[in-house]
């Protein structure tokens, strides 16, 4: 072969991609056809990229194609090395199961949305999400990066006729604008100091740049892609961008899209700059540990389900920042066994975040489209009338509440045991260092524990709060199809973590030096056997042993093996919908212990005056929360900008010579600068 | 199955039976303490046994609510508590099963008994579970991650994460008060008090509903699943009390498996709970409950208490 086979599924699924883009467009007239055409194009453009990314994955050297020659930032490439494909196969596997869910899903839009839109878009988000790993080169790398904001815009816009979404959507664009522009001049930063946009030359010459101007690129580059993976204090987006988009839209925004910040954090710390000084380890390591518990915090306190699964985006965002930090830190201190650890342990729970958060977007999509809301206040009882989703979900909910039966579990005692390696250092600051965010990790877990069980417990079991809910049917196989392959995802990570961690190391192997060693018998042992060791086969075993066991000694020991069906005792009273526990009411206490930071504002009862006291019935008790983000800085910053603005309309003298000296000045200036500079 | 791996497996399984068939019986020895301590004569030490008797022979009553995750519940939780017991030695330190998991593992699967537990109280639509739900999912957001700090400050000396190497560890070092010990113990009493449901965090013997957490969680079970779910916590709060002993005081515990070095292991072992039974029922007796916005404070307490486990052990260690 000419070509190494990779690259033909890449060309195939990137032409896929782009019938997928256009067929649905040339099929205007016929929306439900081009619907069908793009979800099945979409579902083989991903299953290309996965191929090509699993094979790169397993051992094929990586892939590299020069495409055109760019005057005068030289020829743009792509590169599919071990860390792309990670990505690349994130997208794949997540966009396909989403084409597949997006078959049934449509529905929920038919008759009042052009659903053969949505479905070119989707196309054209998994075409851009996959060729940002793969760009080489700087100028290729923000076209597509540009590409990939602007489509999934439009997908946040699409419901535009609805007055929230439009704002969503404006808060989003200008959010990863200001990202790209930081990415510019990080970009422009390192191109005129490498003397090159090429990646390939970026890595050759990163590691020699001086200190000062690497650590500038780093500190641009984290605040560009920090933006977009969402990390604080620049979250604000994502739970307004979430629950506006389409749920599968959301699903691949969160699984994948933000996985791209991250993406780009690595490749321009690891990769690009070769590592750096420890700081911004724990730059890194800080900024995550604030945006996990944040984000477990607001998760914990929110009764929409959307947005409460936003929160949880940046809180697993964090936990993975607390990986690559810690790696970073590592890498700093040559401690290359601990710096793949943490490496390893950010990758896999990236991945297993992909499948888990997928599957749960998917849900909340499959509860929309039942019940036509996702505020949980008005949900419940659906076990029972959607058995199959709710089934799913909980898989969903055991696997990101990090349950130790599924995926979740792996990576999160992955990063545990990269942080708590720390203690096993000689050096000081380490040894406090990486504790100290393993405690902030603790405390983000307790947490998101707490907001998925009432998630769960408020939106799926007991009764339905509204006759949406109580009214629920089914949703489409299609749709339980895909859930049903993401929940496939969640438990085979879960299951086999010794197969997966062998093909992470192909990441980090080139990137710190070092591979995470994997025991005999499916035994994971990062350290060394005697410090830590698990074996998630052994745990599922055994459980598969005693579960019937708990089952079958009661009935040796004479249990009653009689069942009566009673109504709940309600103290007296007849229980209804309505005297069973909130969302609300059940985070309050937590509300109430992390007031300082919630900043809770209640608007207690508004009563009609006109009835008697013993009889008030339109009782009303709202909770609002502000955001300290949005308070301390989102709102300053914005006021400050307004302000200046103002500012800048007293040199607007509508003559257009005045414009004219303006720009004669203007040029004579930067002519002087540059003169100076150079 | 080789003679190798039976002398793994069997020991940790005759220990995990050991701590479920004990565990009903520290909580019989505490009621009759406490009972005592109060003025009163009390019921025989075997009362809690006579109980879960009494619960396996009632027929199931379930909620017309419910769904099957509310059936199922008893049965993960109970496997979930005996696997987090199959990886705790008790008596015999010769084998263990720490391959399975290391002290993180543990936590978690206390956790995942915990958030079935939590599920089901949901489930029957009752607002009185879910008002247990409700507190005991607010303290165990800050109870797992204080249990999980203070297990990895106890086994720091060891420089492990794993329970039978830091076990090994004191064994060999014999006894040392360090800061480390004594702060990362602190931490853990404080934290198995509200991991335990016991006062002055919770009330074992009530089911108020100003008072209750965890006796309001299960109210909704009966029958044979409430005996599991009883017979889970007691369990649970033996297994806390027996890593405890494992990390602090394991002198006693037999290393070989010899009949008169487990026998007197296991006279060694009740003797150190019932020191541990007489030591709660005296702070039973002596102490009011605490109101619940104010365990916060205390978790926040054992917090503390490892973090300055961590920096004794950095900065003087």
């Not at chain 2, 301590?37 to 027929?59: M, N, S, T, V, W």
């Not at chain 2, 890593?243 to 070095?261: E, K, N």
Request: aromatic content about 10%; charged content about 10%.
């Amino acid at each position: 072969m000419v070509f190494p086979a990779p690259i033909h599924l890449l060309s195939i699924g990137a032409i896929t991609a782009l019938a997928g883009m256009i067929g649905p467009l040339l099929l205007w007239r016929w929306p439900a056809i081009g619907h069908w055409i793009g979800c099945v194009l979409a579902a083989v453009a991903s299953s290309a990229a996965f191929g090509a990314a699993a094979w790169v994955l397993l051992g094929a050297p990586a892939v590299h194609v020069a495409l055109f020659a760019l005057y005068p930032f030289g020829t743009v490439s792509i590169r599919l090395d071990a860390l792309a494909a990670v990505f690349l196969g994130l997208t794949g596997a997540l966009g396909f199961a989403v084409a597949v869910y997006a078959l049934g899903y449509a529905r929920h839009y038919e008759g009042r949305k052009h659903v053969g839109l949505l479905a070119a878009l989707v196309c054209g988000f998994v075409l851009t999400l996959g060729l940002v790993p793969l760009a080489n080169h700087a100028v290729g790398f923000m076209l597509v990066w540009e590409l990939m904001a602007l489509v999934s815009f439009a997908l946040v816009a699409f419901e535009h006729e609805h007055e929230k979404t439009r704002r969503a959507a404006v808060f989003y664009a200008v959010m990863t604008h200001l990202g790209a522009g930081f990415l510019f001049a990080a970009f422009l930063l390192f191109g005129t100091q490498a003397g090159t946009y090429d990646f390939d030359g970026w890595r050759a010459a990163g590691a020699a740049l001086p200190g000062a101007t690497q650590s500038g690129i780093f500190v641009l580059a984290l605040i560009g892609f920090g933006a977009k993976a969402g990390v604080l204090p620049l979250h604000g987006w994502l739970p307004e961008a979430h629950p506006a988009a389409p749920s599968h839209v959301s699903a691949l925004m969160s699984g994948a899209m933000i996985k791209m910040g991250l993406y780009g954090i690595i490749r321009m710390s690891f990769d690009l700059l070769g590592g750096g000084p420890a700081w911004w380890g724990l730059l890194v390591l800080g900024l995550g540990a604030v945006s996990a518990l944040m984000g477990a915090l607001y998760a914990v306190t929110e009764s929409d389900l959307k947005r409460l699964l936003a929160f949880s985006s940046i809180e697993n965002v964090g936990i993975a920042m607390l990986g690559v930090g810690a790696a970073l830190f590592f890498m700093a201190q040559r401690q290359d066994a601990f710096a793949a650890l943490a490496l390893v342990a950010a990758l896999y729970h990236i991945i297993n975040h992909a499948f888990f958060k997928g599957l749960m977007f998917c849900g909340a999509g499959a509860v929309q489209y039942a019940t036509h809301t996702v505020n949980l206040e008005r949900l419940g009882g659906l076990i029972k009338r959607m058995p199959v989703t709710a089934f799913f979900v909980l898989v969903g909910t055991l696997a990101i509440a990090a349950m130790p039966l599924l995926n979740g579990f792996v990576s999160e005692w992955l990063t545990y045991q990269a942080l708590f390696s720390g203690l096993w250092v000689k050096d000081k600051p380490t040894r406090l260092a990486l504790p100290l965010a393993a405690c902030a990790l603790a405390l983000t877990g307790g947490l998101a524990f707490v907001a998925f069980v009432k998630a769960y417990a408020v939106g799926f079991l007991a009764r339905g709060r509204s006759a949406e809910a109580e009214q629920a049917v089914e949703v489409p196989s299609t749709m339980l199809a895909g859930m049903a392959l993401l929940a496939g995802g969640c438990f085979g990570l879960g299951l086999a973590p010794a197969w997966v961690i062998p093909v992470l190391n192909r990441v980090a192997s080139p990137l710190v030096g070092a591979v995470v060693p994997v025991g005999p018998g499916w035994l994971l042992v990062p350290v060394r056997a005697d410090v830590a060791s698990l074996s998630m086969p052994l745990i599922w075993g055994l459980l598969a042993l005693l579960v019937p066991l708990a089952f079958v000694v009661p009935l040796l020991l004479g249990a009653s093996t009689r069942t009566r069906i009673a109504p709940t005792w309600g103290c007296g009273s007849s229980p209804s919908s309505r005297t069973q526990y909130s969302a609300m009411g059940f985070a309050q206490p937590l509300r109430a212990i992390f007031g300082r930071l919630l900043m809770p504002h209640t608007q207690e009862v508004q009563v009609d005056p006109t009835l008697p006291p013993y009889f008030r019935r339109d009782m009303r008790y709202t909770v609002f929360l502000e955001s300290v983000v949005e308070r301390y800085l989102y709102a300053p910053t914005t006021r400050w900008v307004l302000e200046a603005a103002h500012q800048l309309t007293r040199i607007q003298g509508g003559s257009i010579h005045l414009y004219l000296a303006y720009i004669f000045v203007s040029l004579l200036l930067v002519l002087l600068v540059m003169k100076g500079l150079g | 199955m080789n003679a190798d791996t039976m002398a793994v497996w069997l020991p940790a399984a005759a220990q995990a039976v050991l701590v479920i068939a004990l565990a009903p019986l520290l909580n019989g020895v505490i009621r009759r303490l406490k009972a005592r301590l109060q003025g009163r004569r009390g019921a025989g030490i075997l009362q809690p046994y006579f109980e879960l008797a009494k619960y396996l022979r009632k027929d199931a009553v379930v909620s017309a609510d419910a769904s099957w995750l509310f059936t199922a519940t008893p049965y993960v939780v109970f496997a979930a508590v005996a696997l987090a017991a199959l990886l705790v030695p008790s008596i015999y330190l010769g084998s263990h099963l720490g391959f399975v998991g290391d002290l993180v593992v543990l936590v978690y699967l206390l956790g995942l008994a915990r958030f079935f537990t939590l599920l089901a109280a949901m489930d029957t639509g009752s607002s009185f579970t879910a008002m247990g739900s409700s507190r005991e999912a607010t303290l165990s957001a800050l109870a797992e991650p204080a249990l999980l700090l203070g297990l990895v400050m106890a086994a720091l000396p060891a420089g492990s994460l794993q329970l039978a190497t830091a076990t090994s560890h004191t064994l060999a070092q014999g006894f040392t008060l360090s800061p480390v010990k004594a702060l990362s113990l602190a931490a853990l009493v404080v934290i198995v008090i509200v991991e335990t449901g016991r006062v002055p965090v919770d009330n074992p013997a009530t089911h108020l509903e100003l008072t209750m957490i965890h006796e309001g969680l299960v109210l909704e079970h009966a029958g044979p699943g409430l005996a599991l779910m009883t017979w889970a916590a007691a369990v649970k709060q033996l297994l806390l009390i027996t890593v405890i002993i494992d990390l602090f005081v394991p002198w006693g515990a037999a290393t070989s498996l010899t009949l008169p070095a487990l026998g007197l292991a296991l006279g060694v072992y009740l003797g150190k709970l019932l020191i541990v039974a007489i030591a709660i029922g005296l702070v039973e007796s002596c102490i009011a409950k605490m109101r619940l916005f104010q365990v916060p404070d205390l978790i926040g307490g054992s917090f503390v208490f490892s973090v300055l486990a961590l920096f004794s052990f950095t900065l003087l260690g």
